[in-house]
């Protein structure tokens, strides 16, 4: 049972036996959450005898949402009515500021230093009441509700404002009522009172006129603080400001470090962190600290933040983390909130013409971005946060057709690999945009992730799956046909378009090697016997198999899901496609073990969190490093369950007895291909010292060298 139930008023109260401070206030300050208020005015009278209570709503997390009256004269509502806002925030003004005059003579100095330091924290909210339409009086309602954690509701009706008079000299009286009362009808009125409140607050009444505090009159009032820290204690997730999670309370060195980094380069930069070292909340750490640092000295400071990101998957997931840190309101610019278009207008129309700066977090994904760029994201303010997740994104033709355009003055670009390995000249573009080159503004590599415990350790096993005669006699066709290129380079760019279309069936017949769904089946029957065929992610080829001409042939991914199925029918399988229409909820069953295997091809290579993941298969991969670097970033992330990771990676070599030696050098090439990606996955395993023995036989074959095998240091 609440708190609240044990608290016991009769339905009637009045002035004149009970006494309204220490008999309702203060027993309901002291137990509930939150005090929501429509009155015609409350004076300093009020709060000044209220304090105790108050203070200590305050210190368990209370928040408090007052609707009021100006008190207008004829000559100031008739002004309102005719609907001018820029001379309504001018009369507000006005009307307000000599309030808070009156507040600073009024109270002593801890309590406006508690009040001023209230209404900044966002615990004390004010907005003002003025009728319109067919109401040409004052708001002169006087109706409230009480509520606890457990949503249990108390409100009351009656005749006294939030005065001294009102509590002490007048005879007033209210009626109250109970959410949890037995009676239908007094339940009834108890969440109508709050139905109503939340009308008002929302604007959603067409006969009253709901008004912020003008930013200057709130700037006013913040200035009374007069000391730099707080005057109580407070559970920091009731805040109603941004704040750092109570999740993640210990903010790691290395996050503190970034946040430095950032600021001594004039708040701009790139963050080059591993995968699964919590990019996502360094940067709104960042964001929380810079936001901090102007709140003291700017009474005003808005937060304003923009977060680019590569799928509507990341969409979800940075607007969990947003809402983590309460930085409100949380905009999602995709085609699940088709109204996201309007909501960014009103700011930009706020800011342009009633010259009201909003706080906003909107999250986009980089083609909405792109496309709306002009129309809507040039207009927000310069002030704004930019936040580029997966910032190699940002290095695309489309979106290096706008790059100079983007004139926000702070930004953060994220990424664990931002070099573009194969486009240099996109490189630079994105490094010239953030003032930023490598090792970057911050880098923390997997290397150090991982000696630091911030990352899991993994075992990297290879599984050698060799071409058939008929897969390899195809291979070497197609690549006599393009002829020599390095796909290491941006030379790939002028290849025309047949050559493009050779180089992607060649890798086709690598990825969709037959031999590769015989040895996913010997893996998958080696972890079933160890009892660990659960948490496993496996990265599967995309399209169906090459020899197969059939246009309705069936996807090598629904092969291996189907082989599988039939060898092992007691494992629970599921897929993570373009198509799959409920993905959260499949991201969710696999988490929860409800799905022991997920088969995936390229939606989880960037962003997507999945901690529980313990096992990874790797049937293909492209030549890119930034690809497989990110699939194991996905294995790596800790988990109180999981003690280390592994990593099964299929290794494809050409055949053991090639038919033709003019066929040699083809194939030396082939396995330098492969094993550069296994030479990134070995150097950081637990396997590292093993790697002559593991690639020894190949390497003497074909008269490869370990320094044969040339890696990018800046992806370890």
Not at 506 to 526: F, M, T, V
Request: with cysteine; charged share 30%.
């Amino acid at each position: 049972m609440s708190m609240i139930h044990s608290i016991k008023f009769p339905i009637n109260m009045n002035t004149s036996e009970y006494n309204f401070r220490d008999d309702f206030y203060k027993p309901l300050l002291e137990n509930m959450s939150t005090y929501y208020r429509g009155v015609g005015y409350f004076s300093s009278g009020w709060i000044k005898q209220n304090a105790d209570g108050l203070f200590s709503f305050i210190e368990k997390g209370g928040s408090i949402k007052w609707i009021t009256s100006p008190i207008l004269s004829e000559e100031d509502f008739a002004s309102f009515s005719l609907g001018e806002e820029a001379r309504n925030d001018v009369l507000l003004k006005e009307r307000l500021s000599k309030t808070i005059d009156d507040l600073e003579i009024a109270l002593s100095e801890d309590t406006l230093t508690a009040l001023s330091w209230m209404i900044a924290d966002g615990l004390v909210d004010i907005r003002i009441a003025v009728p319109c339409g067919k109401l040409s009086g004052e708001f002169h309602d006087k109706f409230g509700y009480f509520e606890d954690t457990q949503g249990n509701c108390l409100s009351f009706n009656g005749s006294n404002n939030e005065s001294i008079n009102g509590i002490e000299s007048n005879y007033e009286s209210f009626t109250i009522f109970y959410s949890w009362h037995e009676n239908d009808e007094i339940k009834k009125i108890s969440r109508n009172n709050r139905e109503r409140f939340f009308r008002l607050w929302n604007n959603e009444d067409e006969n009253i006129r709901i008004y912020s505090i003008p930013d200057s009159v709130k700037e006013q009032l913040l200035k009374l603080r007069k000391s730099k820290s707080r005057p109580y204690s407070i559970s920091k997730h009731r805040l109603s400001g941004p704040q750092l999670p109570d999740i993640y309370k210990v903010i790691r060195d290395y996050q503190r470090e970034a946040f430095e980094e950032w600021k001594s380069s004039n708040f701009s930069g790139v963050f080059a962190m591993a995968t699964g070292t919590g990019k996502t909340v360094t940067s709104l750490y960042c964001a929380l600290r810079e936001y901090e640092e102007r709140f003291f000295s700017e009474a005003s400071a808005k937060y304003q933040l923009i977060v680019l990101v590569p799928s509507k998957t990341l969409v979800k997931q940075w607007s969990a983390e947003l809402a983590n840190f309460r930085f409100f309101p949380v905009i999602c610019a995709d085609s699940d909130n088709p109204a996201w278009k309007s909501e960014v207008k009103k700011i930009i129309d706020d800011s342009f013409y009633m010259k009201i700066e909003s706080n906003y977090a909107i999250i986009v994904t980089y083609t909405s971005f792109i496309k709306s760029f002009q129309t809507i994201f040039s207009k927000l303010s310069e002030d704004s946060l930019f936040i580029a997740d997966e910032v190699h994104n940002l290095g695309s033709p489309n979106a290096l057709s706008i790059i100079d355009q983007i004139n926000f003055k702070r930004k953060i670009g994220l990424s664990a690999t931002p070099k573009r390995i194969y486009a240099p000249e996109s490189s630079m573009q994105i490094e010239e945009f953030f003032n930023s080159s490598y090792p970057y503004t911050f880098s923390y590599s997997m290397t150090e992730a991982i000696e630091n415990g911030v990352l899991t350790k993994y075992n990297y096993f290879v599984r050698f799956t060799e071409l058939d005669d008929e897969e390899f006699d195809e291979y070497c066709r197609l690549t006599n046909e393009i002829g020599f290129i390095d796909t290491r380079t941006e030379k790939t760019r002028s290849l025309t378009d047949a050559q493009k279309m050779k180089l992607i069936k060649r890798k086709a017949i690598i990825n969709g090697a037959k031999s590769k769904r015989q040895e996913l089946s010997s893996i998958i029957e080696d972890l079933h016997k160890l009892g660990k065929d659960k948490y496993c992610l496996v990265y599967a080829p995309s399209g169906s198999d090459y020899f197969d001409s059939d246009e309705d042939s069936e996807r090598i991914i629904i092969q291996m899901q189907k082989m599988i199925k039939n060898d092992f029918p007691m494992i629970k399988l599921s897929s993570y496609l373009g198509e799959t229409k409920d993905r959260n909820r499949t991201i969710e069953s696999f988490k929860n073990g409800n799905i022991d295997i997920l088969f995936a091809i390229n939606c989880l290579d960037e962003g997507v969190d999945i901690p529980r993941t313990e096992i990874g298969i790797f049937t293909s991969s492209s030549g890119n490093p930034r690809q497989f670097i990110q699939r194991r970033g996905r294995l790596l992330r800790k988990h109180k369950e999981k003690e280390k990771a592994i990593v099964y990676d299929m290794i494809t070599i050409p055949p053991l007895l090639l038919k033709s030696s003019a066929n040699q050098n083809i194939a030396r090439n082939l396995i330098l291909n492969e094993l550069r990606r296994a030479r990134y996955f070995v150097q950081l395993s637990e396997q590292r010292y093993e790697f002559y023995d593991i690639f020894e036989p190949i390497l003497e074959k074909y008269q490869l060298s370990f320094t044969d095998i040339n890696i990018d240091e800046e992806f370890l």
